[in-house]
């Protein structure tokens, strides 16, 4: 009984002992930390940001200057879909905190509201001269700070960043931006990048990739802003507690609709849904469980676009939209439907008027898809392309924006979209006037 006791008594003393040096180590660690806070709050704002600064219109963090990036530069990574993290021989965890993916802010906390539009667009093969006139759109009329993702082959990246950092600097001011890397699932990820057009199922993984991101406005790259894009953000506040997205109308007129005539899968609603304007929620997206035709279980974002894609990849015409409408025919509760007039196409005039909104309120959104802005198909969606191409920023907007393109339309009314052109510079003028 004695030798219990002893046996006791020791492993007592050692367990104090123990618990003594353990506190007396975070002691230590914990004044460490205090006198590392100190020394970093009493740098300059200018020497903080040495090794990585960002700057207003500049592509975000940087290397250090004179060093290489630790980063492969590649046009298409890969990242593991269990962890979301591009995998070792692409980019490793370090880099990935160290890029725009990664980053956080120190002062999270005390983080005043972010006041930005946050916008989103990917760019592969020839669209780099449209995605700048649609990043130039929205800068000309919006009043509110916008900061762009821009997802594109790596051989267009230093064109971005030269074009985006020659605008004036009163210009750079009014936005930032950060430029990344076309990314799929290592499985079957030629077969994503391949789906419809080159990279458009990008948008697919944005909710994965920009994981720091609350909400985002995606948009194609033939996508001209013709009123500010802090309005169409500003929708997200009309979403009720289900609704986790927006697009608009594949079409207004059922009798030219395509998905109601030739789909060979599920769509949404009665025309479907044009996925070239897309507002979301992406935090609901990535918390949401959605409803399928696969499996009786619910499935979240990251589980249910593989599966989706295996099952109708030989029934999809679209690509990427045809994926959204088949998830949104299960799932109709969490989608917001905006007008027409916010993603308006050439298929709303070239039969003769079919957006009643943009009959009422003029065309906020103008998408210039099929290629309309490089050919002669439809003059009236190439003058307004061309009107804002080659204005020059500081410029009067009314004399050399909204005149020249009021004197090119009237040279297209031979077209149905011609003799709806009044639709295009309704709202438009109004925006000029605003900014």
Request: some cysteine; aromatic content about 12%; charged content about 20%.
């Amino acid at each position: 009984m004695r030798c219990y006791l002893h046996a006791y008594l020791l492993c007592t003393v050692l367990t104090f002992f123990s618990l003594l040096y353990v506190y007396s180590q975070l002691a230590s660690t914990l004044e460490d930390r205090d006198r590392w806070a100190g020394r970093t709050a009493g740098r300059s704002s200018h020497d903080a940001g040495h090794a990585l600064r960002k700057r207003p219109g500049l592509s975000g963090l940087r290397s250090p200057e004179g060093t290489q990036s630790r980063c492969k530069s590649l046009s298409v990574s890969y990242w593991n879909p269990y962890w979301r993290l591009p995998a070792d021989d692409v980019c490793g965890v370090n880099c990935l905190l160290e890029s725009p993916l990664g980053e956080k802010s120190s002062s999270a906390t005390n983080k005043p509201k972010d006041e930005r539009s946050h916008l989103a667009v990917v760019a592969c093969g020839p669209r780099l001269e449209e995605t700048l006139t649609m990043l130039k759109s929205a800068v000309l009329f919006s009043n509110k700070p916008l900061h762009f993702y821009i997802f594109a082959e790596d051989e267009l990246h230093g064109s971005f960043r030269n074009a985006l950092e020659m605008w004036p600097v009163m210009i750079q001011a009014t936005f930032t931006f950060s430029i990344y890397p076309i990314m799929f699932p290592e499985e079957n990820a030629s077969e994503w990048k391949k789906l419809f057009k080159p990279c458009a199922s990008q948008r697919l993984f944005l909710p994965l990739l920009l994981k720091q991101v609350d909400s985002l406005l995606y948009v194609d790259t033939d996508i001209l802003f013709l009123r500010p894009v802090e309005d169409i953000w500003g929708l997200l506040s009309q979403f009720n507690r289900s609704q986790l997205a927006a697009m608009a109308p594949e079409h207004e007129e059922p009798r030219i609709g395509w998905y109601n005539r030739f789909a060979r899968h599920p769509y949404y609603g009665k025309t479907g849904v044009n996925s070239g304007v897309m507002l979301m929620n992406m935090t609901r997206i990535r918390q949401k469980f959605f409803k399928n035709d696969m499996t009786a279980v619910a499935l979240q974002w990251e589980e249910i676009l593989m599966p989706l894609l295996q099952k109708y990849k030989l029934n999809i015409t679209w690509g990427d939209q045809d994926l959204l409408n088949i998830i949104f025919h299960h799932n109709p509760e969490s989608l917001y439907m905006f007008p027409c007039q916010w993603n308006y196409r050439p298929d709303h005039c070239i039969y003769g008027s079919n957006c009643q909104q943009a009959e009422e309120k003029g065309v906020f959104v103008l998408h210039g898809n099929r290629g309309v802005y490089h050919n002669d198909k439809q003059p009236a969606f190439r003058a307004v392309y061309e009107a804002i191409k080659q204005h020059s920023f500081g410029e009067d907007m009314e004399v050399s924006l909204l005149q020249p393109l009021e004197a090119a339309l009237q040279g297209t009314t031979h077209t149905y979209c011609g003799r709806s052109s009044h639709l295009f510079t309704r709202r438009l003028k109004e925006s000029i006037r605003s900014v």
